[in-house]
Structures are given as C-alpha cells and as structure tokens.
C-alpha cells in the first residue's frame, strides 16, 4: 500500500466541518484512496473513496489535490456520533487487496 | 441491507485450547479478509480469499489456519491459543479480487476473543 501519513489526533466542535487530511505522496496512477473510521471497539466503517475527482455522499466529502500527493475528508456538520479514529488508506491495486491500517486520526467531536 | 455476519461475539478460551471464528460475508460478496486488533492497535490483515482459494496472506501465525467454504462463508481456526491471541477480529467482504478492480471492504461487528 501507498504509505500514508495523517495527524494523530483532531477536535471539532459539534455541528462545524470536520477536516482530516491525509497525505500519500507515493500513490500510484490507479490507486484509489479509501477512508474508513472506527468507532469505540466496533468494526471498521468504510466511509468514501476516490481516485481524482472529489467525492460526495451521505457521509463524509473526499477533496482530492490535483496532483493526488493528499485528500481532505469533509464531515461536514460533525456530531458526538461521530468520534472515532479515521483512517486514510491506499490499497495496492494489483493482487489482493487487503487494507492497511495506519495510526489514523482520532477525531475528537466537542459539544 | 445485509452486512457481514461474525459468530460468536465474545468468547472466553484457556491457554493451548483451540477456538474457531466463523464469517458469513454480504450476499453476493465472494471475498473474505481476515483481520485482527490487538488491545489499543491499529486492525492487522491477517488472511484473505477469493472463491475458496487463498489470496493473500499477511501476519497470520503459523498455527492460525482459515478457509473458505462453497457458500463463501469463511472459518478462522485458532489453535493452541496463547495469551497474546487475546485482539478483536474482524471479518470483511467484498466483490471478486477477480474482477481486478478494487472493490470496497465492508467489516463485520467482530469476535472478542479472550484467552486466559
């Protein structure tokens, strides 16, 4: 997998966006960049990815540079639900395809 | 929608029993990974497969062994367990590594394995 390198930990404050970057300089041309995050002890939750356009949906925003060397992930109206430590991930694209969890981000959400 | 299914939730073992982990992956999905998460680390890939045959293997010990069956559920057998085995492990699906695109990892809630 591409290294990737995110902030150890990050406070919100409830009901503002929420910005975790994420730098992954060495992604190759046809790797996507996947973030999941994990609530308390509960199983990874996949959240968005992308490959070099930015990326919307229900959860989460993916803002990808145009040279693809970071990414942003936007939570836009962030809630207490949403502690957690986050992961930015760029799975090896040839072969199997097995994630690799880095430190992540713990993000904090403050009432 | 369905999510992938892990059995048991909790379990309590001695040193040097054996314990088997059970996965059932989201319908349709044909890929099962393997992962395991220590007390306060990050999840480690363990083993992964695709269409019963083994894809890829990463930190799994030499006395962990896997499977997985017609159905596409898969089976983690754990034996003489030690101490340190005491992780959370978690199950995750997908669509077929055959199809050669990264398909997305959907997690199960894991097993709370306890070795004592």
């Known amino acids: 997998d591409a290294k990737t390198t995110q902030p150890p930990s990050m406070d919100c404050a409830e009901g503002r966006a929420a910005n975790l970057p994420c730098n992954h300089s060495?992604?190759?041309?046809?790797?996507?960049v996947y973030w999941y995050r994990q609530i308390h002890s509960q199983g990874p939750q996949y959240i968005i990815h992308?490959?070099?356009n930015n990326e919307t949906n229900e959860m989460a925003s993916l803002i990808i540079t145009e040279d693809r060397k970071s990414s942003t992930l936007i939570l836009p109206h962030a809630t207490l639900r949403d502690t957690a430590v986050y992961y930015c991930?760029?799975?090896?694209?040839?072969?199997?395809?097995?994630?690799?969890f880095g430190t992540g981000t713990r993000l904090t959400v403050i009432p | 929608a369905a999510g992938v299914i892990q059995s048991p939730r909790h379990l309590i073992k001695e040193k040097r029993e054996t314990a088997t982990l059970k996965c059932y992956p989201i319908?349709?999905?044909?890929?099962v990974y393997w992962y395991q998460q220590g007390p306060g680390q990050d999840p480690q890939f363990l083993i992964s497969?695709?269409?019963?045959?083994?894809?890829d293997k990463g930190s799994i010990p030499d006395r962990f062994s896997a499977q997985q069956f017609s159905d596409y559920h898969s089976e983690l057998n754990m034996s003489s367990l030690e101490l340190g085995d005491s992780a959370l492990y978690f199950c995750?699906?997908?669509?077929?590594?055959?199809?050669?695109?990264?398909?997305?990892?959907?997690f199960g809630p894991g097993t709370r394995l306890l070795v004592l």
């Open positions: 995750a699906s997908s669509l077929g590594l055959g199809t050669g695109y990264q398909e997305t990892q959907y």
């Open positions: 060495t992604i190759s041309g046809n790797e996507y």
């Open positions: 992308g490959l070099k």
């Open positions: 497969f695709y269409e019963k045959m083994q894809s």
């Open positions: 319908p349709r999905h044909d890929t």
């Open positions: 991930i760029v799975p090896k694209q040839t072969g199997a395809n097995n994630l690799f």
